[in-house]
């Protein structure tokens, strides 16, 4: 007989956002008449812009003739893709060998196959509240987690702990789901912890496109000394619209060189090259031309006017708990706004009463860990009138 | 100090293909006048039937206007997509529910990230020779793992030995590298085993689009009793020239339970998802509307023709050998031609060899296993001239 993997039975019953569908479809079920809208999900709404739609056509046309068909690319990305990500970085002053760079399908790959890399013996250290992928995929390795609190009272952004020791460490700024940013300063104090106690920080930057001030770090390579102790996951899910037509990358600096229990020393981007030509055979020809539109002038400025328009629906939803004096963060430098349930309320039970009163869907902070069970999550995808209606809804309801 | 899994160390320094290309790169560079011509990795060369270039620039048409954009689809793939997957099979008289059907980027991923559900205690039966992935992704879990001999003798198609246990069986038909194919007799000689034992199938069927005699099994599904011990991945690589755009799928039939050591029953369709769900978002949507129009009757009759095309390919090697008395297999419903060195040659000094004297690349049967080490492939998927002028200049040279 077959021994699964039994891990997965130590994961909680299901996944938040199934859980969501799962009520959500419940209640349309009971309510056809009701207008549910949702601002739960972290998806975006606002078509991709021309340039890109372009690259994407030219990919396809691409495969129409023998001449400039493609097949098994580098399982690693195309050069021109990879250059074009690092020339993105040279732009915010941060520069990174191509050859460092990994094209994916998505960040969510990345940040869960990454667990394959690493021995089960490490201690993890995760926040809590946290994108739940980091967690499970954890726990299907079996892995022990130690969580650090991210808490109103730290605005969310824990700072190392000089008594606790960790081997990998997940940080996610601007954070889902709590829409914190790190200030360079807290991320020097986790790039010198990280130093200082040879641990690996796996920087998630997913949101990174949605800063807009500079002096704020949009990858943890800004801190000097990262190279040499974190990875970085980013994806152009949120920067170009990129949720349906999926493409992502992981940068794996060559620095990153830890030695193995009979002391030989181990490359950590090599070990990743390995991972990745042995079970992956790397992003669709097309959807990787259509990524390198996005990093064109004209590409990113019609990535940007969305990021604007999402920012501005997320201004809409915290002007209304300003108004309403309820505690929330985020919403600036991310789609994302995360606020504390009024009176009282626990996520869960706060979820219901949205969706049958207001017929707003959000997420509940629960979902991410303990320290959210009292908060909520709302984002800036929606489109501008429902995000207005879902506001005057609220507005009346709480 | 982070553990690396130190299990990636057991890996050969190399894998195949990368060799072969470094190979390739540094006789390039000495002989840079030199036409060399590949018929070594299994990449397509044909473009993509115009059908299919139709749906995937409408898949790119959808993402341009917000009333037909996509976002995060579901992981497990459009309904659209699993549906038409069922179809196919449903053409060849085998039941597949639709929800049993996970669409991914490609088999590669898939037949690497199954090992992910089962645990590291099992007994692994790989053959030799076989694709690599198989025996790569289970090292890298610290598997022992068992071989089974392919060998000229049972015409590279091992069947079950009654005193040799396994929990976990990997086979391949039409086979990768043999061409060897399983008559529905010896399939179902391997269900009854994996019924009589317990154990799991993990079938391969990649290239069961070349199979052109009808009483030949073109997915384990052909036998009864599969669903309840086989996983059987797929792909578009082969079958529809999907090798640089991805797209594949896996099958996972409800039918799969086992105990867990608790006695819990367990679902390995439900562990398959909880994986796909926690560390995959689905496969771009474009690519899905290319995949789908693939299994269209106008789709299918484009992608048979370059099937026929690179059959032919085959046909035009395989007659070679014939004519020159050197023992082969498979080229006749697969694309893949399986010989014995000449002249007792090992296969790495006949890719040397060939290389050097004839300017052919080909694929070294050693870089499949053990058994290999006498053997070499060569692929029927160069186009019409390339073939006819390599295996000319094979010809003379032998």
Chains 1, 2 share one sequence.
Not at 160 to 178: E, M, Q, R
Not at 235 to 251: P, Q
Not at 348 to 377: I, M, S
């Amino acid at each position: 007989m077959p021994k699964i993997n039994e891990n997965y039975l130590n994961l909680k019953e299901s996944y938040l956002f199934s859980e969501i569908n799962h009520r959500v479809a419940e209640y349309t079920k009971q309510n056809p008449d009701k207008k549910v809208i949702r601002l739960g999900i972290g998806d975006v709404t606002r078509p991709l812009g021309d340039a890109i739609i372009k690259g994407l056509h030219e990919g396809v046309d691409a495969m129409a003739s023998a001449g400039t068909f493609k097949g098994y690319g580098p399982e690693q990305g195309y050069e021109f893709l990879r250059s074009a990500v690092a020339s993105y970085y040279a732009g915010h002053n941060i520069s990174i060998d191509p050859s460092d760079i990994f094209i994916s399908d998505g960040a969510k790959s990345d940040t869960g196959n990454i667990t394959d890399i690493f021995g089960n013996d490490n201690v993890i250290l995760i926040p809590d509240p946290v994108y739940p992928v980091y967690v499970d995929s954890n726990i299907m390795c079996g892995r022990k987690i130690t969580y650090m609190s991210a808490t109103a009272e730290n605005d969310f952004l824990p700072l190392p702990d000089k008594n606790v020791h960790a081997d990998l460490i997940y940080l996610c700024s601007p954070n889902n789901p709590t829409g914190a940013v790190y200030s360079y300063d807290q991320l020097k104090a986790w790039v010198d912890y990280a130093l200082e106690n040879e641990a690996v920080i796996l920087f998630d930057a997913a949101y990174e496109a949605f800063i807009s001030d500079s002096t704020l770090p949009r990858s943890i390579y800004a801190v000097e000394g990262a190279k040499k102790c974190a990875i970085e996951f980013c994806s152009l899910s949120k920067t170009a619209g990129f949720t349906g037509t999926r493409c992502g990358y992981t940068i794996v600096p060559k620095e990153l060189v830890f030695k193995s229990s009979d002391g030989r020393e181990v490359s950590l981007n090599a070990l990743w090259n390995r991972r990745q030509t042995t079970k992956f055979n790397g992003t669709s020809y097309i959807i990787q031309k259509g990524a390198a539109a996005v990093f064109t002038e004209e590409g990113m400025a019609q990535c940007m006017e969305n990021i604007s328009y999402y920012k501005e629906n997320a201004r809409i939803i915290c002007d209304v708990f300003a108004k309403k004096g309820i505690r929330y963060f985020g919403g600036e430098h991310s789609p994302y706004v995360w606020f504390e349930c009024p009176g009282g309320m626990d996520s869960w039970t706060f979820f219901d009463y949205l969706l049958n009163n207001a017929q707003v869907v959000g997420t509940p902070g629960a979902g991410f860990g303990e320290n959210g069970k009292n908060y909520f999550r709302l984002t800036g995808f929606g489109t501008r009138e429902n995000t207005i209606e879902a506001m005057e809804r609220i507005d009346k309801l709480i």
